[in-house]
């Protein structure tokens, strides 16, 4: 099992930058892909970007491609998603998550955090 904790959201202008971080505890974080989702108001959650246990492979959603990067650190157990040039759409609030490589590719992942909010001013 693991635990997640995100931190890094906050307000930022239209334009701006934030970046995200999710720690994982235990010590099998590699054996985990992993993901971040986001959830805005009133709508269902979905699925942002995931990456691949050793950090090779990853995967955007056609919304973030190009604004946002994915990173992992194994040695730390943490993973990031660095967010630029965000838009008043990308207000939500962001979860990290891990899971298998399937549970990760089908979008249900194994284990969530508890979600950070992130809100972007036009």
């Known amino acids: 099992q693991v635990q997640l904790v995100e931190s890094g959201g906050g307000l930022v202008q239209a334009g701006g930058s934030l970046r995200l971080s999710c720690a994982a505890s235990?010590?099998?974080?590699?054996?985990?892909?992993m993901a971040w989702f986001r959830q805005a108001p009133g709508k269902e959650r979905e699925f942002v970007v995931s990456?691949?246990?050793?950090?090779?492979?990853?995967y955007y959603a056609d919304s973030v491609k190009g604004r946002f990067t994915i990173s992992r650190d194994n040695a730390k157990n943490t993973v990031y998603l660095q967010m630029n040039n965000l838009k008043p759409e990308d207000t939500a609030v962001y979860y990290c998550?891990?899971?298998?490589?399937?549970?990760?590719?089908?979008?249900?992942?194994?284990?969530w955090g508890q979600g950070t909010q992130v809100t972007v001013s036009s």
């Open positions: 235990g010590r099998t974080f590699s054996s985990y892909a």
């Open positions: 990456i691949s246990r050793s950090g090779g492979s990853t």
């Open positions: 998550a891990a899971g298998s490589s399937y549970s990760v590719s089908t979008k249900t992942p194994d284990y």
